[in-house]
């Protein structure tokens, strides 16, 4: 048995979502207004201080990390040739029957 969501109280069988209250709790309120485009040089500084948090992996990370995509790939590849010739097989020996 399913347990209620909240602890004492039992889900209705006829019970309809509360769409009105929610409705009325969305209000259309005025666009906010825009804010200044930045400078080209400060959007400059921006993108610089952005660009020093960015944490670039190691080349032993990243020689690993492609060792293991390699293998993957080769064992994604062995894994569908051998699904593919089994499901060959079987093809050839349904249609067999038929002949």
């Not at 769409?19 to 485009?37: C, F, H, L, Q, Y």
């Not at 790939?73 to 249609?95: K, N, P, Q, Y």
Request: hydrophobic fraction near 50%; charged fraction near 20%; charge should be positive.
């Amino acid at each position: 048995m399913a347990k209620a969501k909240t602890p004492g109280k039992r889900p209705q069988a006829n019970a309809k979502p509360q769409v009105a209250a929610a409705a009325a709790a969305i209000t259309v309120d005025s666009p906010e207004p825009k804010k200044p485009r930045p400078s080209i040089t400060q959007f400059y500084q921006q993108v610089m201080a952005e660009a020093r948090k960015i944490v670039w992996p190691s080349r032993k990370e990243t020689w690993i990390t492609s060792v293991m995509v390699f293998i993957m790939v080769v064992v994604a590849s062995i894994f569908f040739w051998i699904v593919d010739t089994g499901l060959g097989f079987l093809f050839r020996w349904i249609i067999g029957l038929g002949s």
